[in-house]
């Protein structure tokens, strides 16, 4: 093993030997090069006032060189900060930036010790970081029945996890905290358990109330202190997409300094939250564990990059430090959050006014994000899926046999009686026998 690599892991042993216990065989095996190229063109940065024959970009005149044709589209930005490599793990002044508007927005995160945010190529670059340093051939890793489909090509065909499933709602409705901590206990002969916490979730667009959370911290606390290392990773994708009286923070927080066996990281992003989903912007953060175990898992974890994609886009990460800097941000940022809240309040009243009855279908409780989903009674979703499609020009997500979600995120509020008129057709169409 690499000496650097052995040097992160003894300081994670020593200070929190339950992480390192918890890192895979790559995770234990990754390191951030510390004499190579990058570092000796760092160093060459500041001290080459001659000369800077070291990483491999072109200048001209003294900047990045580059083409008309683009610049004059970004004629706003500096080409310094857009053609250049951004560092491994992200620009060192949007990683700041970030973790200061997590203070803001969850305030539980506040006086715990947590990492610099790491940039990531958007959110499912994260989760694949996550994967590589914590998921080995076996581990267990733990979601809803309900969840967004890529976990199990990021853990389970990647990585060779076992993914372990729970009901995502309980008989009354609510978050399913107890099937959460009986899938947690029973790892106790593992050992170790990744679970994934996704709110407001993907597909059906819930999140729990302040007493679910904290229900679902108790139950990862319970697992803990029966002897089961736990890495508890919040997927903050639709993050700040509260509609109703739920949790209006992430996780995260209560989770940092939990327990000496938990391990709290954080995957968040741009993504979705300021919607720029094609920027790939997203962010890795780590807590609960000392200053030197955090700065390790950094280490880590900026050394994945390194060797998978080198370093994320250097535009995007301008423009969203630029956006996040603006004093013009919180207020385009609450417009959009309230045309969103909007359409999921009209989808909830379309869907209680009793037009479509209820014999046809229910839906899964929905209170955030971006979509919500409808249980079919009579027909197949896929059938449905299928008629919408062909018949009516509409587009929707079948998920296994009763299930069809539908991302209110994409429709105009005025547009949304439409839609599920149609869908209710639909649904009658194929009952009826019409493919």
């Known amino acids: 093993m690499n000496p650097l690599a052995q040097q992160l892991n003894e300081t994670l042993t020593r200070d929190n030997p339950n992480a390192a216990e918890m890192l895979s065989g790559l995770g234990k095996a990754l390191y951030m090069p510390k004499l190579g190229i990058l570092s000796q063109s760092a160093e060459a940065k500041q001290k080459a006032n001659l000369y800077n024959a070291t990483i491999g970009i072109a200048t001209e005149n003294g900047i990045p060189m580059h083409l008309g044709i683009i610049q004059e589209t970004l004629s706003a930005y500096d080409p310094k900060d857009i053609y250049e490599y951004a560092p491994p793990g992200g620009k060192a002044e949007l990683r700041t930036v970030w973790r200061e508007k997590m203070f803001v927005e969850n305030p539980s ?93 993907n597909p059906t ?88 175990s955090l700065a390790a898992l950094e280490q880590k974890t900026i050394g994945c990059i390194r060797a998978t994609i080198s370093s994320g886009p250097h535009p995007s990460q301008t423009f969203i430090l630029r956006a996040l800097k603006s004093d013009k941000f919180q207020a385009q940022k609450e417009e959009k959050f309230n045309i969103m809240k909007g359409r999921a309040n009209k989808v909830k009243q379309l869907l209680d006014s009793g037009k479509y009855g209820n014999e046809e279908w229910a839906y899964y409780p929905f209170n955030s994000g971006y979509f919500m989903c409808l249980k079919l009674f009579n027909v197949d979703a896929e059938a449905v899926r299928q008629r919408l499609l062909n018949a009516y020009g509409v587009g929707t997500i079948a998920l296994g046999t009763t299930d069809l979600r539908v991302a209110f995120s994409c429709i105009e509020e005025v547009n949304l009686e439409d839609l599920f008129d149609r869908i209710y057709q639909a649904v009658l169409d194929v009952k009826g026998g019409k493919a």
């Open 205 to 292: 667009g819930y999140t729990p109330s302040p007493e679910e959370g904290r229900e679902i911290v108790a139950a990862i606390r319970d697992a803990a202190e029966a002897g089961i290392n736990v890495v508890a990773v919040t997927d903050d994708a639709y993050f700040g997409l509260f509609f109703e009286d739920s949790l209006q923070e992430s996780l995260f927080g209560q989770l940092c300094g939990l327990h000496e066996r938990v391990l709290a990281v954080k995957v968040d992003g741009a993504t979705k939250e300021e919607y720029v989903w094609g920027f790939r912007v997203g962010f890795i953060t780590y807590g609960g564990l000392t200053e030197a």
């Open 109 to 201: 995160i506040v006086g715990k010790n947590i990492s610099l945010p790491v940039v990531t190529n958007a959110l499912t670059h994260g989760l694949s970081i996550v994967s590589d340093l914590f998921a080995d051939v076996g581990d267990a890793v733990i979601v809803p029945e309900k969840n967004w489909e890529n976990y199990e090509l990021t853990f389970n065909v990647r990585r060779g996890a076992d993914m372990v499933y729970y009901p995502l709602y309980n008989a009354d409705n609510r978050f399913n905290s107890a099937g959460l901590r009986d899938a947690l206990l029973a790892q106790k002969d593992r050992g170790k358990a990744i679970v994934l916490l996704n709110f407001p979730i």
